[in-house]
């Protein structure tokens, strides 16, 4: 009777493993994220949109995808990602959906920027990144973001604000603004 017991909780244990391995599988969302791979830029994006809306985010009509956006997987659950109408996103964007990621209509998002919702506390000296702190992002109608930039968690975009290329979002974006830089800075307003 005890070997029983003990070969149910080594098999009760076994389960426990796999399912904290591989319980975040989810077979429909990565089958999609290979479709949407094996379309070859600069053709397809159309289709490509297709097969992102499919993985069970908001995509609007019209909006097109360059290449196939990239969803690091740090979490099980990815929270919601909503695109609007006639936006562009270019090749190798990625969005981390710790918290949700919120972009208007009519937004351009340059080549391999990084839109970020997650990040940690500072810890103690032992171990520095200490627990984790979820914001959502969003970006206004209208706003264009230049290639290589950083978003971090928690900015707004304001709507018809541009960021320059390789630039760092550190803080929010006032509407009609131009700004540039590591961290960012005011260069100039718009006109509305």
Not at 58 to 75: D, M, N, Q, Y
Not at 82 to 96: E, L, S, W
């Amino acid at each position: 009777m005890n070997d029983a017991s003990n070969g149910r909780s080594l098999a009760e244990r076994i389960v426990n493993v796999i399912l904290s391995e591989l319980g975040g599988i989810r077979p429909r969302f990565y089958a999609l994220d290979l479709a949407a791979r094996t379309i070859p830029p600069p053709g397809g994006n159309w289709l490509r949109s297709a097969v992102v809306r499919r993985m069970g985010f908001r995509i609007g009509a019209g909006t097109v995808f360059l290449g196939t956006p990239e969803f690091p997987r740090g979490s099980r659950e990815f929270a919601p990602l909503t695109i609007g109408d006639n936006c562009v996103v270019g090749v190798g964007c990625a969005f981390d959906l710790g918290e949700s990621i919120t972009v208007g209509s009519g937004v351009n998002i340059g080549h391999q920027t990084l839109i970020l919702t997650a990040t940690h506390e500072l810890g103690p000296r032992e171990h520095r990144a200490g627990a984790v702190i979820k914001k959502p992002v969003a970006v206004e109608d209208g706003a264009w973001i230049g290639p290589r930039c950083i978003v971090l968690p928690g900015v707004t975009i304001g709507k018809g604000a541009v960021v320059a290329p390789g630039s760092l979002v550190n803080k929010d974006v006032a509407p009609h603004t131009r700004v540039g830089g590591t961290p960012i800075k005011l260069v100039d307003s718009l006109e509305p």
